[in-house]
């Protein structure tokens, strides 16, 4: 069995949510299982000096203008939301709940999420709605709610964090395969390549 595609992610990020929607093709292509690892940024910015690149003048104005013209390339469905960016802890943690009460259901959370953000405008870090959404995809709401306010998810969400900045990853998407990293969804033809090639 192949190593699995290590792929971390934070919601509020517009390219994390282009990887979000192709990795799993990738992954079925080559073989691979993919491990879902969602993240928050913010923690790892402020340990770096930098920030949001939407944030940033000047590069700020290019990722936005950047973002609109990847999605209608890669045909992905994509509108900006109205507030953004956004903090990413309730879903981040809502989708490590998931992955430890219902494995099953992870993925389609994590994707409806990004999806819902991004080409819904529905504001995911706002609680009651990570929690409607969860509920239409079968997950108990009440179950989800007593947990997302537990010292023992946000703990997970800390270490998640800490344990992919020792990882070195510093941006959304960042994938690591067999070792080897790849930061953005622009790196994804490099990444098929590795996963075809074994190298590159």
Same mark, same amino acid.
């Given at each position: 069995?192949s190593?699995?595609?290590?792929?971390?992610?934070?919601?509020?990020?517009?390219?994390?949510?282009?990887?979000a929607?192709?990795?799993?093709?990738?992954?079925?292509?080559?073989?691979?299982?993919?491990?879902?690892?969602?993240?928050?940024?913010?923690?790892?910015?402020?340990?770096?000096?930098?920030?949001s690149?939407v944030?940033?003048p000047?590069?700020g104005?290019?990722?936005r203008?950047?973002?609109?013209?990847t999605?209608?390339?890669?045909?992905?469905?994509?509108?900006?939301?109205?507030?953004?960016p956004i903090?990413? *802890?309730?879903?981040?943690r /809502?989708? #490590?709940?998931? %992955? $430890?009460?219902?494995?099953?259901?992870?993925?389609?959370?994590?994707?409806?999420?990004?999806?819902?953000?991004f080409t819904?405008?529905?504001?995911?870090?706002?609680?009651?709605?990570?929690?409607?959404?969860?509920?239409?995809?079968g997950?108990? *709401?009440?179950?989800l709610? /007593?947990? #997302?306010?537990? %010292? $023992?998810?946000k703990?997970?969400?800390?270490?998640?964090?800490?344990?992919?900045?020792?990882k070195g990853?510093f941006?959304?998407?960042?994938?690591?395969?067999?070792?080897?990293?790849?930061?953005g969804?622009?790196?994804?033809?490099?990444?098929e390549?590795?996963?075809?090639?074994g190298?590159?």
């Amino acid at each position: 069995m192949s190593n699995p595609i290590d792929f971390y992610f934070d919601f509020s990020s517009p390219y994390g949510y282009f990887g979000a929607v192709e990795i799993g093709k990738l992954a079925e292509k080559y073989g691979r299982q993919v491990n879902w690892h969602p993240i928050l940024l913010g923690p790892i910015f402020k340990n770096l000096g930098t920030n949001s690149l939407v944030l940033i003048p000047v590069k700020g104005e290019y990722s936005r203008h950047d973002m609109g013209r990847t999605a209608r390339f890669h045909n992905i469905f994509f509108k900006e939301p109205g507030n953004f960016p956004i903090g990413s *802890q309730v879903a981040a943690r /809502a989708v #490590l709940w998931a %992955q $430890e009460r219902h494995p099953e259901k992870a993925v389609n959370l994590i994707l409806t999420l990004y999806s819902a953000y991004f080409t819904e405008d529905i504001d995911i870090s706002v609680p009651a709605n990570v929690l409607r959404i969860a509920a239409d995809l079968g997950i108990d *709401q009440g179950e989800l709610e /007593a947990a #997302l306010g537990t %010292q $023992e998810i946000k703990d997970k969400l800390r270490a998640a964090t800490e344990g992919a900045a020792q990882k070195g990853v510093f941006g959304s998407p960042f994938v690591i395969v067999d070792g080897e990293p790849f930061w953005g969804f622009d790196r994804y033809p490099q990444l098929e390549a590795f996963l075809k090639n074994g190298k590159i």
